[in-house]
């Protein structure tokens, strides 16, 4: 039987150095819009979303390599998600899952507003 995963503060100290490395690369392939929110008190799924835009398919895939080439070198590993020529990629770090969209796909699925209640991380 699986153990639940950690709540609140104590999965924390895991999760959060994924989730700013994720948005530093992220922003160092000029990813726009950057935003962490902490989901740790709203779901079991996951600690942190990680969300961002990057404006064509090539810096859709720029930004996700980047983000998957760091958490690699930190010996962080994931699944990734999504179609390499669409509008969304998805990289799912287990506590941190990164959302890279193009545009559209950003306003249309609107994840900020449907995870209100999630506190923005501040950098």
Excluded at 3 to 24: D, I, Q, V
Excluded at 34 to 50: G, N, S
């Amino acid at each position: 039987m699986a153990r639940p995963r950690p709540r609140g503060k104590a999965s924390e100290p895991e999760s959060l150095p994924k989730a700013l490395l994720a948005a530093e690369a992220a922003e160092a392939k000029r990813a726009e819009d950057v935003v962490i929110l902490d989901l740790r008190e709203q779901t079991l799924v996951t600690d942190y979303f990680v969300l961002c835009t990057a404006a064509s398919r090539v810096q859709i895939r720029a930004v996700a390599d980047a983000v998957a080439e760091a958490l690699k070198n930190n010996q962080v590993r994931g699944v990734r998600e999504g179609a390499e020529a669409g509008q969304w990629i998805l990289l799912d770090y287990g506590g941190v899952v990164v959302h890279v969209f193009g545009p559209e796909a950003r306003a249309f699925y609107r994840l900020e507003r449907l995870w209100a209640d999630a506190p923005v991380v501040s950098r």
